[in-house]
């Protein structure tokens, strides 16, 4: 017989004070990382509230299911919900004493903010009067129901939730206060009649048949804590395929089977008067990494408050001298260290204190900036709490872009009109916009901008997404704006108090000046410092140095994989060396061709007269050699990959198109029919030379074969430079590429011209010229005949990009902004095969690999596709067994670092902070 699923787990202790636990940190898949981390917190002995966790599969199993629930399922959360009851000795919604209960998502994987929370569900008419007599206290039961139904009928029933925001405000404003913890009893009793009339109002009737009618008709806000349970678990479960829940995955690769667990839990209440509050907490600071405590607290306030931004917070390090509050500040410094050494991490913590008793209500490997993430894997190695290697996988490689992120010049001069808190370090400078969807327009034209918020939401993250930096006037250093950039490495400044936006109006005032930011206005904001500044700021890159290279000195001691980089021009190959590359992988030798030089190859291009194409080979040959002469040097006694020419020649002649457009307005202003002819003469050349396909055309080996006096000429030009330098007493180390060869005899008959070249040149110098001779493998049939091409070829470069483009029978250029995006979208491909490599391109570069290898033992194998720089190629990259990686300059460390953790990533366990 079939063993029955188990959905339901519980969480924390019995009536008689005994642990019940059902799970632990280990079952993040099923119970979400919420429910797993309170599992685990209340069974090392942390005060936390009971409850239960409906599992991540059976959310799958409710959305496969048409969003219903399978019988078996209701029945096990009825148990469940019953046992949580016995074990309080309170039922939810009772009349006389009510056990109210939260609401909460939990995915396997991070992800604050996107999905749903209901907190204290079991109120209703009735049962507020039972928390009334058994708390004594009108004003803080009217304020918990006041919240249950705002936050119900926003959440579960999908209500505009400025329609609440802006009752609210009109009460404070009638009553003349300035927050919410000033408003009465009384006040908060007439907003809840407010409240379910906006419900009332805004609900139809029709879509919720399980919900009671008022005499006119229209729906009631639901008294029955079933149909509130049931809606809630429901509106949590639902939240795993909201739009934002959608963007964040696919913007973190987290994957969309997964689904989210929902977490049903005795509620504990900050917001019981003065020796309550709540707040959320780091145990060290994730700006920064520094060990200090980290966070935000509220007095007199639910959890919602803090992250919302809607009141100023207080630093963590002062609860303990609140009075009231001291007995549970220092248990919760004292919960800071337990959780720390538990985890080996940095924790991310969510607590509350009612009326002067610590509860924990959540805990997580916490979220950091790249800067953070360094400083702290550092510090736990010198601390004892992990190793060397657990540092490195500790790491998020990608998030190595924040370190290169640029910073404000340190000579520019700054006016600073505000000021908030440094969030999220770098700097950015654009367009001040003040709505999300206006930052996602802009950058669709190209525009950079600065997203201007009150303070963010979830339904904001296209706008964050899309933005340079993000600055809010509210909220704290914990808050969604905060929390979102920095797992992003979005720049942002929080809390930027001087501002008063007009989000309407679409403009921001300065306080106390006379200072209008408009939308569209250029600002600049450095989220390291805190603040903003009008008008464009020059920025500077950083350089590598401290915490970074300490990092990636320990990964270079574990990687195997070498890390080169993609350069064309000495100032690209010095900055490559700076970043650590162990040679260039790539010369893209047509990006030489351009500027100044492009006529030059024109000329070559369009001439039919033999001298004129002599001079302009020449030409080339002078400049060419300077240029390898340059990057030879500033690459001395490294490897440096010389790609010969690649693309198709015509790519280098003017737009025909804006080519006939002049030639048709010299003729309609009858100016000079002598130039006319000639322009007519060029337009039908360049017309010829024109390809229906030109990345399947005449390029790559091709050209070569067809032109090579142009192959002879480039190694030539490298070959003279390589012999000036060893002449110098200098130890530079080219390799020559051919690029787009299919069949063998191609790479034959260029290998034998370019050693008659390397032959002449190296008696002219009086210098053995020995250099190593490749050829780029991006074409299917090259990789499956890889053992006949390495025969005469002494490494292969692998072109991915080229590759994925032949595999799939795409044309990156066409498909990458039309059908991608629908392709991702519709789950028929799971991630961009451009950004990162699709396993089948993997079996090519595999196959190849082999077959090359077994016709030539010595074979060099290496990479020089974009792929290079995706931290998860390079690991498919290191299982296949290439020599090196090459990528951009810029993304030199994160391949290190990436490199090192595929060596050790089947040795050690990674965080799950990334």
């Not at 709490?385 to 404000?408: N, Y």
Request: aromatic residues 6%.
């Amino acid at each position: 017989m079939a063993e029955t699923a188990k959905r339901v787990y519980a969480f924390g202790a019995d009536e008689a004070g005994v642990n019940v636990t059902e799970g632990n940190r280990d079952m993040k898949s099923i119970l979400g990382g919420k429910g797993a981390n309170l599992a685990e917190m209340a069974s090392i002995g942390l005060p936390v509230p009971p409850g239960f966790t409906i599992s991540c599969q059976t959310c799958m199993e409710y959305a496969q299911g048409g969003n219903r629930f399978v019988p078996e399922a209701l029945a096990e959360i009825e148990d469940y919900r019953l046992d949580l009851e016995k074990r309080m000795g309170k039922k939810i919604g009772d009349p006389a004493d009510p056990l109210l209960v939260s609401v909460r998502s939990g995915a396997p994987f991070s992800m604050p903010g996107m999905m749903d929370t209901v907190l204290n569900l079991g109120l209703n008419d009735e049962s507020i009067k039972g928390l009334i007599a058994q708390t004594n206290n009108p004003r803080f039961a009217w304020d918990s129901y006041r919240r249950f139904i705002q936050m119900f009928s926003k959440v579960v029933m999908n209500i505009d939730g400025d329609l609440f925001e802006n009752a609210l405000t009109a009460t404070k404003i009638t009553r003349g206060v300035a927050g919410d913890n000033e408003l009465s009893a009384e006040d908060l009793e007439a907003l809840v009649g407010a409240f379910k009339q906006i419900f009332a109002n805004n609900v139809e009737a029709a879509d919720f048949p399980e919900l009671e009618r008022d005499a006119a008709g229209r729906v009631a806000f639901p008294q029955s804590p079933d149909t509130q349970l049931l809606l809630a678990i429901k509106a949590v479960f639902g939240s795993w395929m909201n739009d934002r829940a959608q963007l964040y995955r696919k913007q973190n690769r987290i994957p969309d089977d997964l689904g989210t667990a929902v977490n049903v839990q005795c509620m504990v209440f900050g917001n019981k008067g003065n020796t309550s509050a709540t707040g959320v907490a780091f145990t060290r600071d994730p700006a920064s990494g520094e060990n200090v405590l980290y966070g935000d607290y509220l007095i007199n306030a639910q959890g919602e408050d803090v992250v919302a931004g809607i009141r100023n917070t207080s630093p963590i390090s002062e609860l303990k001298n609140n009075p009231g509050l001291e007995a549970a500040g220092k248990r919760l410094e004292e919960v800071f260290s337990i959780l720390e050494n538990h985890y080996r991490d940095m924790c991310d913590i969510e607590f509350t204190i009612e009326q002067g008793t610590l509860w924990m209500l959540q805990t997580r490997v916490g979220k950091r900036t790249a800067l953070a993430a360094l400083h702290i894997a550092i510090d736990m190695v010198g601390e004892g709490l992990i190793s060397k290697e657990e540092a490195i996988l500790r790491i998020d490689p990608s998030q190595l872009d924040q370190l290169l992120h640029p910073q404000f010049d340190r000579d520019a001069s700054l006016e600073v009109v505000a000021r908030g808190l440094n969030a999220s370090p770098g700097a950015a400078v654009g367009r001040a916009v003040f709505a999300a969807d206006t930052a996602v327009a802009y950058a669709s034209e190209g525009e950079k901008t600065v997203l201007v918020r009150w303070e963010t939401n979830p339904d904001d993250l296209a706008g964050m997404v899309a933005a340079e930096g993000i600055l809010t006037s509210h909220g704290g250093k914990t808050s969604h704006a905060a929390v979102i950039a920095r797992g992003m490495g979005t720049p942002c400044v929080c809390g930027a108090e001087a501002l008063r936006i007009d989000a309407e109006a679409r403009r921001a005032l300065i306080a106390g000046t006379d200072i209008v930011i408009e939308e569209g206005d250029v600002i600049s904001i450095d989220g390291t410092s805190g603040i903003l500044v009008l008008g464009a700021v020059d920025l500077v890159l950083p350089e590598l140095s401290g915490d970074l290279d300490t990092i990636l000195g320990w990964a270079d001691e574990f990687r195997t994989l070498g890390v080169r980089a993609n350069a064309d021009n000495p100032e690209d190959a010095g900055l490559s060396r700076e970043f650590g590359a162990s040679g260039i992988g790539l010369c893209r030798t047509e990006h030489m061709f351009l500027g100044s030089r492009k006529a030059i190859i024109q000329n070559y291009i369009l001439s039919d007269d033999p001298a004129v194409r002599e001079k302009a080979l020449d030409d080339l040959l002078r400049v060419q050699t300077e240029d390898f002469y340059g990057m030879f040097k500033a690459m001395d006694g490294l490897p440096v990959v010389v790609r010969l020419l690649d693309p198709p020649l015509h790519e280098f002649l003017d737009d025909p198109r804006m080519l006939e457009v002049e030639i048709t307005r010299l003729e309609l202003t009858a100016e000079d029919t002598d130039l006319v002819i000639t322009k007519r003469a060029l337009l039908s050349r360049i017309d010829s030379m024109t390809e229906m396909n030109p990345m399947l055309g005449l390029r790559g080996v091709r050209l070569a074969i067809l032109n090579p006096e142009l192959a002879a000429m480039q190694v030539r030009a490298l070959a003279t430079a390589t012999a000036r330098l060893l002449a110098e007493g200098l130890h530079p180390n080219p390799e020559i590429m051919i690029p787009l060869v299919s069949v063998e005899p191609e790479l034959a008959t260029l290998r034998e011209e370019c050693e008659a070249v390397l032959e002449e040149v190296g008696e002219e110098f009086g210098r053995e010229l020995d250099l190593a001779i490749g050829t780029m493998i991006e074409l299917p049939r090259a990789a499956v005949t890889a053992d006949e091409i390495a025969a005469r070829a002494d490494f292969f470069s692998f072109g991915t990009n080229d590759l994925t483009q032949t595999a799939f029978g795409f044309s990156r250029d066409d498909v990458e902004s039309k059908f991608v995006p629908r392709y991702l979208e519709r789950k028929i491909i799971p991630f961009n095969p451009f950004e990162t490599l699709d396993e089948g391109v993997a079996k090519l570069v595999e196959m190849a690999v082999q077959l090359g290898r077994s016709a030539n033992p010595e074979l060099g194998l290496g990479i020089c596709g974009e792929h290079g720089g995706d931290p998860q190629s390079v690991k498919i990259f290191h299982r296949i067994g290439l020599d090196y990686v090459s990528c951009s300059p810029y993304r030199v460390p994160l391949a290190r670092l990436a490199a090192a953790q595929a060596a050790l990533e089947d040795k050690h366990e990674a965080s799950d902070n990334r």
